[in-house]
């Protein structure tokens, strides 16, 4: 779990450092289903930040609801050069997607 900044940076640079992201690593940025799917690209218009954070784009972060101080879950696949965003309203989804199958349907 990380924490959106007021800049729009995920605060936590465990992830980028786990990635082997350094800093000026070109990057695609996209919004896929309410996930914000990250990838290296060289040819990329985003890049890792000089302190080696990651900066969310405006627009992705008006896609997907996400304001200063929201926490979001990171999935990283280091192999895969991938980090998938989970905003918490994809993560309420989620959750209650498998708690209707879960509670029958949402009957307790």
Not at 42 to 59: C, D, I, K, N, S
Not at 84 to 96: G, I, Q, S, Y
Request: contains cysteine.
């Amino acid at each position: 779990m990380a924490v959106i900044d007021v800049s729009g940076r995920i605060a936590d640079r465990t992830i980028i450092r786990t990635l082997g992201w350094t800093p000026g690593t070109r990057l695609h940025i996209r919004e896929c289903s309410g996930l914000i799917v990250v990838r290296v690209d060289r040819e990329g218009v985003f890049t890792v930040t000089g302190q080696g954070r990651l900066h969310l784009p405006v627009a992705v972060r008006q896609w997907c609801g996400l304001t200063a101080g929201d926490r979001v879950l990171l999935a990283a696949s280091p192999a895969d050069g991938l980090l998938v965003v989970h905003p918490p309203a994809a993560l309420d989804a989620m959750v209650m997607s498998v708690h209707a199958v879960v509670l029958g349907g949402g009957q307790a």
